[in-house]
């Protein structure tokens, strides 16, 4: 994969440059200044992903990807954002305008230069990797089950299955869209709490759960330790905590803590997706979008042993088919999708209260 490093700062090109050293599926073919440069440079060779400073001079971060979009190059971008409000809400803001993936810029400027690139090799290497790695899924439109799934994995009848009590959402890498998208065929008042993991660095969760709210018309916002779960509220798990359900004498509460990271994330969609068949059995419905690895493979796997159902999205709507592809290999699911279908499906199972 050749890579194009643009940032205004000469310290962070250095430091990411060093991050992709020797890595062989990786070339980094340049690394400018601005945006302006970045695009005379796309024009002239192939580039196949670029990092994405948001404050450059001459032309900025989201300035340069809409530029990029509207000539209709399909180049990855990963945008590196410092975790401040006004680079916070750019940062959202270029996920809607077509970056990839958003990570946050390592803190300390007192940084060796082999301590800062590890640092983003941490964080960088995993994301660009999912790019470069050939996707092996077939691609389905409709659920087609085979003997095994049908044996090990009974199938729900989605039509005939009636309202769940909780339905839990797991994404990554593509989320942030693919979620707005989900949630704006849902209307308010639904009767049931809905809880959302999207795999995004800390600073971020609580001014996307504001954005989502205003973009989808309904109560979303960053979950709380100990809050009941509430039909018709959407809540999402801070960023770097998990989340999950427990049963109190007072009634269902929502766990908010930092435990040992798990399949090397926090928040883990496993664990809210394990917690869910704990507490609702086959009352509850999980919905694995776009992203990296195979976090909630588990999860998902949990809520259909004890009768409860899975929805996918299928591969041409996700950004990396690694998370929803993990569960279609399991056979754990019971619809798969292209994000618009199981927006439809999601309305038609939690369809409003009757006033």
């Not at 401040?84 to 810029?105: F, P």
């Not at 009636?162 to 839990?168: A, L, S």
Request: hydrophobic fraction near 40%.
């Amino acid at each position: 994969m050749r890579v194009l490093i643009v940032d205004n700062s000469i310290v962070f090109r250095s430091q990411i440059k060093a991050a992709l050293m020797d890595i062989p599926s990786i070339e980094v073919v340049g690394s400018v200044s601005n945006g302006k440069i970045a695009l005379a440079k796309i024009e002239q060779e192939t580039i196949d992903l670029i990092t994405l400073d948001l404050e450059m001079p001459e032309l900025g971060g989201l300035e340069t990807l809409q530029e990029l979009r509207r000539r209709g190059y399909k180049t990855r971008v990963i945008v590196f954002a410092s975790p401040n409000n006004q680079e916070v809400d750019s940062a959202l803001q270029s996920i809607h305008l077509g970056a990839d993936d958003v990570v946050l810029k390592p803190s300390g400027s007192t940084q060796s230069l082999e301590s800062a690139a590890e640092s983003i090799k941490a964080v960088l290497l995993p994301k660009i990797l999912q790019f470069v790695a050939k996707e092996v899924v077939e691609e389905k439109t409709v659920p087609l089950k085979t003997t095994k799934q049908k044996s090990e994995w009974p199938l729900v009848d989605l039509d005939r299955w009636g309202p769940p009590e909780v339905v839990v959402i797991g994404s990554s890498t593509g989320g942030p869209v693919a979620l707005e998208q989900l949630l704006q065929g849902v209307q308010s008042p639904f009767p049931c709490p809905i809880l959302i993991v999207q795999h995004m660095p800390p600073v971020f969760t609580t001014s996307w759960a504001e954005r989502l709210s205003k973009t989808t018309g309904l109560n979303v916002r960053e979950a709380t330790p100990m809050e009941p779960p509430l039909a018709n509220h959407c809540y999402v798990a801070p960023g770097d905590y998990h989340m999950y359900l427990i049963k109190k004498n007072e009634g269902l509460k929502l766990m908010i803590e930092q435990g040992p990271r798990r399949n090397s994330v926090r928040p883990s969609v496993d664990i809210l997706f394990e917690s869910a068949a704990e507490v609702y059995g086959n009352r509850a419905l999980g919905i694995i979008l776009t992203g990296m690895g195979e976090d909630g493979l588990l999860g998902a796997q949990s809520i259909k042993k004890l009768g409860g159902a899975i929805m996918i999205q299928n591969k041409e709507s996700s950004i990396v088919f690694g998370m929803p592809g993990a569960v279609f290999d399991s056979g754990a699911y019971d619809k798969i999708g292209h994000i618009k279908e199981l927006s439809f499906w999601l309305k038609k199972i939690i369809s409003p209260v009757p006033q």
